[in-house]
């Protein structure tokens, strides 16, 4: 039948608390035969602790490897490149690195890379460690490079506000590996199935820029950052939107069969 692909946050929950009928949805799409793949850029959690939010939100649990973060893209990255790494980020992060088999680092002189995530204790030396070790030729990696993320009291700094301090004490610039970069769009490809491949997502310039890039039919909801269509760049026009995914069985044409609904 084919892949849907989620993003999370905004869409399948909102920060702890499931969006109305996510339940139901996902339950209904595996039942109906679609492969279901969540795509996240928030790098604090493993696959297995994404995976975790999943189940105990929603009730439904994906196969780990289906429920990709931006640490996960950066790991697809690094593979095969690099060694050693120097982490800026939270505890799953650096998990997600040592999981792959590469080994972690503090000292500068001793990192092949430097990968950044979200890291809410960054501090001035860690900015210190990272740029110092990208100055001595380790590369420069981002989980990603969203500026803010959502939460329930406003906007809060992300990632890519971490990535622009020690990218400014280093001078360079930073390989992204999140939504809507290539390492995430290839990883991404290595794990979907069938003709017709769904992405749906709430935020336009990573969730639709991804779908755009790689020909999928791009799904605008509007439970997260996105609160009117017409928000969204012409550019990035999505094929459909839907105020809640709790549409998508009925969107993607397969009714609801009658002892399930
Ligand atoms: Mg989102």
């Known amino acids: 039948m084919g892949t849907v692909v989620f993003d999370l ?4 929950y909102v920060g702890d608390a499931a969006v109305p009928g996510a339940a139901e949805t996902l339950r209904t799409l595996d039942d109906l035969g679609w492969r279901l ?30 429920a990709v973060t931006s640490g996960s893209a950066a790991v697809h990255y690094l593979r095969g490149r690099h060694e050693s790494v120097l982490a800026v980020g939270a505890p799953g992060l650096t998990a997600t690195i040592e999981a792959a088999g590469l080994e972690t680092v503090d000292d500068p002189d ?20 990272a740029a110092s070790a990208i100055r001595k ?6 989980t990603n490079t969203d500026a803010t993320f959502p939460t329930p009291d406003g906007l809060a700094p992300g990632a890519g506000a971490i990535v622009a301090a020690i990218g400014s004490a280093a001078g360079a610039e930073p ?30 310039e990573t969730d639709l820029a991804i779908a755009r890039h790689l020909g999928w039919r ?7 950052v996105t609160e009117l269509a017409s928000d969204v760049p012409r550019a990035l026009e999505p094929d459909d939107v839907i105020t809640s995914i709790s549409e998508l069985p009925g969107l993607l044409g397969g009714s609801v069969p009658k002892d399930k609904a």
Do not use: H
């Open 9 to 12: 946050d905004g869409v399948v």
């Open 37 to 66: 793949v969540f795509a996240t850029n928030n790098s604090t959690r493993t696959e297995d602790e994404t995976a975790d939010k999943i189940e105990r939100l929603t009730g439904y649990r994906p196969r780990s490897s289906f």
């Open 110 to 129: 001793r990192a092949d890379a430097v990968v950044v995530g979200l890291d809410r204790g960054i501090s001035y030396e860690t900015i210190d460690r």
């Open 137 to 142: 030729g380790a590369e420069f990696v981002a």
């Open 175 to 204: 390989v992204s590996c999140g939504k809507p970069e290539l390492p995430m769009r290839e990883l991404l490809s290595s794990l979907v199935v069938g003709d017709e491949v769904v992405m749906v997502g709430d935020r336009a």
């Open 218 to 224: 791009a799904v605008l909801t509007l439970t997260g």
